[in-house]
């Protein structure tokens, strides 16, 4: 069977390892230490959420035809960055660049791609538009005096986020939680929202907020999270039903928008990542990194219903960028708070429904 990994040179496939700088593939699935050229012809795009793929046919040394497909970054993102399926006419030839699959030989991660017209396009690359808005016709400040943070916002380059991913130590009873946590468990991997503060940012989504002097309603670009923040000082009903939105409280200090969330169910704040290897019979798994331990990947942190989110938004000076700085505390997992922070820019993007398509069924073992 073809392998990405072990591919020859050929005039129409060519595998060319190269060493590129560590970062995360799609919840671990790609080894992000080798990129590989494959020319091919495009055999159908499928740009849906949460992974756009290209599918193209490639033909090896042996004149076999072996049916490819390159994970690329959402749907949404891509067409918010003005890609569109026209690019990827049927039955033209592209040269893509990407990582493979660890265990998939026909699957890859695209981290570039050029098209029979000579354009070379990054996986996030933007085409026309930056989506800056005119500030000058925007209120900073509404008339009761708050600062104005209706609009869409969006990260403005999502891969260029620096710094460590924020950790915590875990309780006894946090650390049985996530004890035999397995990537199945991985609401993204089921098209399901995972927590407020990591789907905020996620995959750099077009998120949207609606202000009024009683509440202020948050929809989510990813997975279609909707959130109100209620500003009227009322208590959660005591037939709330506990969700991953839970039941948010906020108020205007000064400047920044305090808001305190409770009231939710049981699920993850880092959901477990599928590990970086395993054992695959018939095949040498001994070049593969060994898994870290609760499920591969990022520190896995689950929440009980005890979970209180303090979150505060500030706006910049021109009204153009909204800071939040979140904290997790949970008594019964958490002994140390889960901290971290973020930052959206004002966007004349589109707010759009996410439609989440699962497609990693397609997947061949």
Same mark, same amino acid.
């Given at each position: 069977?073809?392998? +990405? ?28 230490? /080798? ?80 098209? !029979? ?31 104005? /943070? ?5 990260? !403005? ?19 049985? !939680?996530?004890?035999?946590?397995? #990537? ?23 998120? #949207? ?100 989110? /303090? ?34 820019? +004002? ?19």
């Amino acid at each position: 069977m073809l392998n +990405l990994r072990i591919l020859g040179l050929t005039a129409t496939l060519c595998a060319a390892p190269l060493v590129v700088m560590a970062h995360h593939g799609i919840s671990g699935q790609f080894d992000m230490s /080798i990129e590989n050229e494959l020319t091919g012809n495009v055999t159908r795009i499928s740009l849906v959420n949460p992974h756009a793929y290209v599918y193209f046919d490639v033909t090896d040394e042996n004149g076999e035809v072996i049916n490819m497909r390159c994970a690329m970054e959402s749907g949404s993102t891509l067409k918010r960055g003005g890609w569109t399926e026209e690019m990827f006419e049927i039955g033209s030839e592209i040269t893509v660049l990407g990582s493979p699959d660890w265990d998939d030989p026909t699957t890859c991660q695209l981290t570039k791609i050029t098209f !029979a017209d000579g354009m070379t396009l990054d996986r996030q690359d933007t085409i026309g538009d930056d989506g800056t808005v005119d500030v000058a016709e925007r209120e900073i400040v509404r008339e009761d005096g708050t600062p104005n /943070i209706d609009g869409n916002w969006a990260m !403005a380059n999502p891969q260029e986020r620096s710094g460590e991913r924020p950790t915590t130590s875990l309780t006894e009873a946090g650390m049985s !939680a996530v004890a035999n946590a397995t #990537s199945d468990e991985n609401p993204r991997l089921n098209c399901q929202i995972t927590n407020i503060a990591m789907d905020w940012t996620f995959n750099g989504m077009v998120n #949207s907020i609606a202000q009024s002097d009683t509440e202020i309603t948050i929809s989510y670009g990813f997975m279609d999270l909707e959130r109100t923040i209620h500003l009227d000082g009322s208590d959660m009903p005591d037939d709330f039903v506990p969700s991953r939105a839970g039941y948010s409280v906020g108020e205007w200090d000064g400047d920044t928008l305090v808001v305190t969330t409770t009231g939710f169910d049981e699920g993850w704040i880092m959901a477990p990542s599928p590990p970086r290897g395993g054992d695959t019979e018939g095949e040498e798994q001994a070049d593969r990194p060994e898994p870290p331990a609760g499920g591969g990947g990022p520190q896995t942190v689950k929440n009980s219903e005890e979970l209180t989110v /303090i979150e505060q938004f500030t706006l910049n000076e021109d009204g153009t960028v909204l800071t939040r700085e979140y904290s997790f505390v949970d008594p019964l997992y958490l002994e140390t708070p889960f901290e971290g922070s973020d930052e959206v820019t +004002l966007t004349s993007d589109s707010y759009e429904d996410y439609a989440c398509e699962d497609l990693t069924d397609e997947r061949t073992e």
